[in-house]
């Protein structure tokens, strides 16, 4: 109960890097980066083995310091911290009674497994988040060791399956304990040698992380207190979520005596159900209600309205809230506005009367708001921010657009023409119109690209589900749209990429890490054109994908190397269309391709491809086969070359 007592106090930690929703949504986040990666300056410190231990005994040779990166990276990505950056710190005052509660202050002092459960928007992540730099605060000051991972549902594999929480949790722990250090040493040099101290590399498997995992964090836990908080636990993939919670069920039941065991934080919707056997249970929104009394005072501002009106329109809003932060994350702004027209309080407590209370009902009516004109717009927002392989930046979105909305054009300098009405000038206008078109379901957030630069989401995890299930079909039958605006999106996001690396400015680039930074939609298109291009192909779009020529792409591979983009597929120079249908098994590409070389060959007598064109299985067994060796040099000409004239006498 001592212990307890830590933790009620007036923590204030420093504010993380966070991905900015300005509200208390579903939104995810993972250990700080000072916990979840080791930089290269660091692994002296964090690697005592690497000077004290000689060379025989290490098993290591000369290069201790390029093995030990080595093993960090092979648990290191970028992506891990991603979600970290997505959550706006709590406001003052709010979320204070979860450290006085009885849940709580028995989960401190017994450890085992404390469950929050709660609707989406009412809070969840942003109270772990709180939690947790609680917890921090705390084990400053103490030995105590705080791991967290928060799932993200929309993002990566490594985002929302368990081979990120693996990888994400060993090197927080790594971090942070010396002898967890020396056994994964240990680990990696059996390895390495292994491995004939050839290769550097170090590629894991669920199980072996999974093993290491759970040995150092029970070995640990015997010295050191543990928290591992993990949020978001729904948003984990179904085929990893069940794992996941027997890894953690098995953590906090193994470890004797119960105070050796590690303490396990656990934030989720209301499913899954049954599956966690917690033994501290807390429901967010039955505990809220002075969280949501105090977010109503801080941000409603009426200076207009007479002190009786204002309380009014405070009542109204808190119980029609009913525990959802996201509800009144979107209403109050619209009472601002109403406000501002002028209109009378009745009005306006009218208006709020009539809001959904159901989250798909309020975004339902937020897109019914935009008007006809805006409408072409709007969709290829919400396409662009649904679909981008990578949450983009704002100056990216505002090129993508302009370029998707504009068609084919020869130059750069013809998209960015003043005369041409899709073209916003700069990053001030884009942002107005990008809050404007999605009537607040879009804003920046303070996510930063490797660049330094603000990226751009969805307010709440929940935005995007409802537009892929029931929204983009609404808009989409507004624009009388004879394909669905979900089955076409990585044709337009495809095509719109192929047309900005199509233009006279990139074609002609001859130092392409000059310019990079220069042409702002280059990294992207050119990185992810392919990603896009194949996902239409296999949803049955490849004839609406603009394939590009032999030209284009030694021009696209030439782009790549000297900016020194990652090429998808390892394609180098010498890459054919072929050869991407043959790595990503594109079957009705690669029939196309023989359909069009057929017709192209001028000698039908002597047409090989045309014959080849009626035998479509030569062509599945080669597109099989080149991906299972891996070798897709010589495709097309092992293609051409397998037809064989058939037997008369079969014929």
């Given at each position: 109960?001592?212990?307890?007592?830590?933790?009620?106090?007036?923590?204030?930690?420093?504010?993380h890097q966070l991905n900015g929703n300005?509200?208390?949504?579903?939104?995810?986040?993972?250990?700080?980066?000072?916990?979840?990666?080791?930089?290269?300056?660091?692994?002296?410190?964090?690697?005592?083995?690497?000077?004290?231990?000689?060379?025989?005994?290490?098993?290591?040779?000369?290069?201790?310091?390029?093995?030990?990166?080595?093993?960090?990276?092979?648990?290191?990505?970028?992506?891990?911290?991603?979600?970290?950056?997505?959550?706006?710190?709590?406001?003052?005052?709010?979320?204070?009674?979860?450290?006085?509660?009885?849940?709580?202050?028995?989960?401190?002092?017994?450890?085992?497994?404390?469950?929050?459960?709660?609707?989406?928007?009412?809070?969840?992540?942003?109270?772990?988040?709180?939690?947790?730099?609680?917890?921090?605060?705390?084990?400053?000051?103490?030995?105590?060791i705080v791991l967290s991972f928060f799932?993200?549902?929309?993002?990566?594999?490594?985002?929302?399956?368990?081979?990120?929480?693996?990888?994400?949790?060993?090197?927080?722990?790594?971090?942070?304990?010396?002898?967890?250090?020396?056994?994964?040493?240990?680990?990696?040099?059996?390895?390495?040698?292994?491995?004939?101290?050839?290769?550097?590399?170090?590629?894991?498997?669920?199980?072996?992380?999974?093993?290491?995992?759970?040995?150092?964090?029970?070995?640990?836990?015997?010295?050191?207190?543990?928290?591992?908080?993990?949020?978001?636990?729904?948003?984990?993939?179904?085929?990893?979520?069940?794992?996941?919670?027997?890894?953690?069920?098995?953590?906090?039941?193994?470890?004797?005596?119960?105070?050796?065991?590690?303490?396990?934080?656990?934030?989720?919707?209301?499913?899954?159900?049954?599956?966690?056997?917690?033994?501290?249970?807390?429901?967010?929104?039955?505990?809220?209600?002075?969280?949501?009394?105090?977010?109503?005072?801080?941000?409603?501002?009426?200076?207009?309205?007479?002190?009786?009106?204002?309380?009014?329109?405070?009542?109204?809003?808190?119980?029609?809230?009913?525990?959802?932060?996201?509800?009144?994350?979107?209403?109050?702004?619209?009472?601002?506005?109403?406000?501002?027209?002028?209109?009378?309080?009745?009005?306006?407590?009218?208006?709020?009367?009539?809001?959904?209370?159901?989250?798909?009902?309020?975004?339902?009516?937020?897109?019914?708001?935009?008007?006809?004109?805006?409408?072409?717009?709007?969709?290829?927002?919400?396409?662009?921010?649904?679909?981008?392989?990578?949450?983009?930046?704002?100056?990216?979105?505002?090129?993508?657009?302009?370029?998707?909305?504009?068609?084919?054009?020869?130059?750069?300098?013809?998209?960015?023409?003043?005369?041409?009405?899709?073209?916003?000038?700069?990053?001030?206008?884009?942002?107005?119109?990008?809050?404007?078109?999605?009537?607040?379901?879009?804003?920046?957030?303070?996510?930063?690209?490797?660049?330094?630069?603000?990226?751009?989401?969805?307010?709440?995890?929940?935005?995007?589900?409802?537009?892929?299930?029931?929204?983009?079909?609404?808009?989409?039958?507004?624009?009388?749209?004879?394909?669905?605006?979900?089955?076409?999106?990585?044709?337009?996001?495809?095509?719109?990429?192929?047309?900005?690396?199509?233009?006279?400015?990139?074609?002609?680039?001859?130092?392409?890490t000059a310019f990079s930074d220069t042409?702002?939609?280059?990294?992207?298109?050119?990185?992810?054109?392919?990603?896009?291009?194949?996902?239409?192909?296999?949803?049955?779009?490849?004839?609406?994908?603009?394939?590009?020529?032999?030209?284009?792409?030694?021009?696209?591979?030439?782009?790549?190397?000297?900016?020194?983009?990652?090429?998808?597929?390892?394609?180098?120079?010498?890459?054919?269309?072929?050869?991407?249908?043959?790595?990503?098994?594109?079957?009705?590409?690669?029939?196309?391709?023989?359909?069009?070389?057929?017709?192209?060959?001028?000698?039908?007598?002597?047409?090989?491809?045309?014959?080849?064109?009626?035998?479509?299985?030569?062509?599945?067994?080669?597109?099989?086969?080149?991906?299972?060796?891996?070798?897709?040099?010589?495709?097309?000409?092992?293609?051409?070359?397998?037809?064989?004239?058939?037997?008369?006498?079969?014929?």
């Open positions: 109960m001592e212990k307890a007592q830590h933790f009620t106090g007036d923590y204030r930690s420093e504010q300005n509200f208390y949504g579903n939104v995810s986040f993972s250990a700080p980066p000072q916990r979840d990666s080791v930089s290269t300056n660091d692994r002296r410190k964090i690697s005592p083995w690497i000077n004290d231990e000689s060379d025989e005994t290490s098993g290591f040779g000369l290069d201790k310091c390029r093995i030990w990166d080595a093993c960090l990276d092979s648990l290191r990505s970028e992506e891990l911290n991603d979600r970290e950056q997505s959550i706006d710190r709590h406001h003052d005052g709010t979320f204070e009674w979860l450290f006085n509660s009885p849940e709580y202050v028995r989960w401190i002092a017994e450890h085992g497994l404390l469950l929050i459960r709660g609707k989406p928007g009412c809070g969840k992540s942003t109270l772990m988040r709180f939690a947790l730099e609680k917890q921090m605060d705390y084990a400053a000051t103490s030995e105590c799932f993200h549902a929309r993002g990566t594999k490594l985002q929302n399956g368990i081979m990120g929480l693996f990888r994400s949790l060993l090197l927080q722990l790594l971090d942070q304990d010396d002898s967890s250090q020396t056994t994964f040493k240990e680990i990696c040099r059996k390895r390495w040698v292994t491995g004939g101290k050839k290769k550097l590399h170090m590629d894991w498997n669920e199980q072996e992380l999974q093993v290491n995992l759970q040995k150092m964090v029970l070995e640990c836990s015997a010295r050191r207190e543990i928290t591992i908080f993990v949020d978001a636990i729904d948003g984990c993939r179904d085929q990893d979520r069940d794992r996941v919670i027997k890894f953690f069920h098995i953590l906090k039941g193994r470890a004797q005596p119960r105070l050796s065991r590690p303490r396990i934080c656990f934030a989720c919707r209301p499913y899954p159900d049954g599956q966690i056997d917690a033994d501290f249970y807390v429901r967010l929104e039955e505990r809220n209600q002075h969280d949501i009394e105090i977010f109503v005072e801080q941000e409603l501002r009426l200076p207009d309205e007479t002190s009786e009106d204002a309380e009014a329109l405070k009542n109204i809003l808190r119980s029609r809230a009913d525990g959802m932060f996201l509800w009144l994350v979107l209403v109050i702004p619209r009472v601002h506005e109403m406000s501002g027209k002028g209109l009378s309080s009745k009005s306006i407590q009218s208006e709020i009367l009539q809001c959904p209370r159901e989250l798909n009902g309020l975004y339902e009516g937020l897109l019914r708001g935009i008007e006809d004109h805006e409408l072409r717009e709007a969709c290829s927002l919400f396409q662009w921010i649904c679909f981008s392989i990578r949450p983009l930046c704002l100056d990216e979105l505002r090129i993508a657009m302009n370029i998707q909305l504009s068609g084919m054009k020869v130059s750069l300098r013809e998209y960015e023409d003043q005369d041409n009405p899709n073209y916003i000038p700069n990053e001030a206008k884009m942002k107005k119109r990008m809050i404007y078109l999605s009537r607040g379901l879009v804003e920046m957030t303070s996510a930063k690209s490797k660049e330094g630069k603000l990226l751009i989401g969805f307010g709440h995890e929940t935005i995007k589900d409802f537009l892929l299930k029931k929204g983009l079909g609404y808009l989409g039958a507004r624009l009388k749209q004879t394909q669905s605006l979900v089955k076409e999106a990585n044709f337009q996001l495809g095509n719109t990429c192929l047309r900005y690396l199509s233009t006279q400015e990139i074609c002609n680039i001859e130092k392409p042409f702002g939609f280059l990294c992207y298109a050119a990185t992810f054109w392919v990603s896009h291009a194949v996902a239409a192909e296999r949803e049955g779009c490849g004839e609406c994908i603009a394939w590009p020529n032999r030209s284009f792409l030694e021009t696209w591979i030439n782009v790549c190397n000297g900016a020194k983009y990652d090429v998808p597929g390892g394609f180098k120079e010498g890459t054919t269309l072929m050869h991407i249908a043959a790595v990503y098994g594109l079957e009705t590409l690669a029939r196309r391709i023989v359909g069009q070389n057929a017709q192209e060959n001028k000698r039908p007598s002597t047409n090989r491809w045309s014959r080849l064109q009626k035998c479509p299985n030569r062509i599945s067994t080669l597109l099989l086969t080149t991906r299972l060796t891996g070798r897709k040099d010589n495709v097309d000409t092992t293609l051409y070359r397998s037809y064989r004239q058939p037997n008369k006498s079969k014929e």
